[in-house]
């Protein structure tokens, strides 16, 4: 296949729903390759912030330290801004603690009175000096305020930790995940016969229910009376991303597409040997991007035209996160 | 796996005569001393490359790209997406042990661009698209955003009138 066929063909979004907690969306032509790279990208390599290390000053509760240590870790906390934390393996600070890679909680109760005293999220306060305010807050979505349950302490029991927050991502501990679910699904109506549909009566199509919502949004059921087309590839994508609450479902988006761009970077610089934004890419196109893909049959390269790689991002300072530095420190970005 | 270190070296809190003084650092039971770090899937080891280039010497205009602390997420997105191309004579990934977190790509193509070249062209258009669905899908997220706020709103107001 040629590549100027699906050269003029740009992929585009159509959002279906929008809110705090969900993002549903249809990308339309594009490939199956990239949306499930994006996908991966999304659920295991988008950096977000968790609880990493406890020091234990008191614990008398009935759940013993790595009990308890091992719940806080999968607290969820407001990443919005971790970008401004640079990885605790590359931090210069002894026991990688410091303000510039960590946020530190600390997490002090203990029960006075003859009630069964519940310790939540919210009691949890910030003791250092994060680079934004929210970051490092355990997210509270629910009508009380309370956040997750941590322990329950009787009459003269006491819990006293100090937690260290760090940057990190699902790849090493899932308690850095930042979505709960990502739904991921391309032709609904099963046209492209990807699927063999298990069946025990004499027709599967009684038997598996169809989202007839689906079907019609990805141009409706199979035609019977045409022949199969053999040359048929996946082109729109469902994609339904949940977020657990540390950062929003157009930031795990949006972070997913940059995660994934800097890994493709660092192929090409490792590739080249050139860092591409230093080599100064003066070609680079416009931000609207009219005249791309395809248009100059790669006789120049147009450089990077992601939005949010300017000068001033937050990756412009060398620190991307896991080492590397695509777009590292470059002058004329 | 834990959800989280432990670090005790903590002072003991007087006024509570049930702790126990705690001066460990947690060790490690016997069969995490044999699970690899999980932080070994995405970061280099000492000295090793991101990505070794062989040249394949029995066929002409291949080469095998070796990539470490990658997986399938770069392994299957270049190797299906070099095949668009019609320079392309072969493309195809394999990862060698589930356990270590590197892939071998090797790459044919037809003499009229080096295989280093055609992955490099790959990866950038690659960049591009991801731009193209970046900002198309900024875009939507505001408009709906907004639909939807304003539905919310809407709504309220038609209960305050009740």
Known sequence: ??????????????????NDKRAYFIVRDWNLETANSLRRVMLAEVPTLAIDTVEVLDNTSVLADEFIAHRLGLIPLIAEDVDKLIDFRDCDCEDSRCDNCSVTLRLKAKCTGNDVMKVYARDMVIESMPPSDKLGQPVITDAEGNGSCIVKLRKGQAIDMR??????IAKEHAKWAPSAAIG???????????????????????EWPVDETRVDLDGGPEKTDEPFNYD??????????????????????????KVLQQKLASVIKELTGVDEASAGLDGAQSPTMDGGFGNDGYGNDGGYTTPGYGGANAYAGGTTPYGATPYGGAPGW | ME????????????????????????????????????FELFILDEGQQKIEVREETKVPNTTV????????????????????????????????????????????????????????RCCKDVIQDLSKVSMSFQGEWLNQKIIEEGQRDAEVRDQGNY
């Open chain 2, 65 to 120: 790209f070796t990539f470490n602390k990658e997986d399938h997420t770069l392994g299957n997105l270049i190797s299906q997406r070099l095949l668009k191309y019609d320079y392309i004579t072969f493309s195809a990934y394999k990862v060698p042990h589930p356990l270590f977190a590197t892939f071998e790509l090797r790459v044919t193509t037809d003499g009229s661009i080096t295989p280093k070249d055609a992955v490099v």
């Open chain 1, 232 to 257: 048929a590839v996946p082109e729109r994508f469902f994609f339904d991303v949940e977020t657990v609450g540390g950062l929003s479902p157009d930031s795990i988006v949006n972070n997913g597409i």
């Open chain 1, 1 to 18: 296949m040629d590549i100027d066929d699906f050269g003029p063909k740009e992929p585009t979004c159509r959002m279906l729903e929008a």
């Open chain 1, 184 to 206: 991921f699904e391309y032709d609904p109506a099963n046209k492209l016969h990807h699927l063999d549909l298990w069946y025990e009566g004499d027709d599967p199509k009684k």
């Open chain 1, 163 to 168: 937690c260290i927050a760090k940057k990190g």
């Open chain 2, 3 to 38: 959800g989280s270190k432990i670090l005790c070296n903590a002072k003991l809190i007087n006024d509570n005569p049930n702790t126990q003084g705690r001066d460990y650092v947690k060790q490690k039971t016997h069969a995490e001393e044999n699970l690899p770090d999980r």
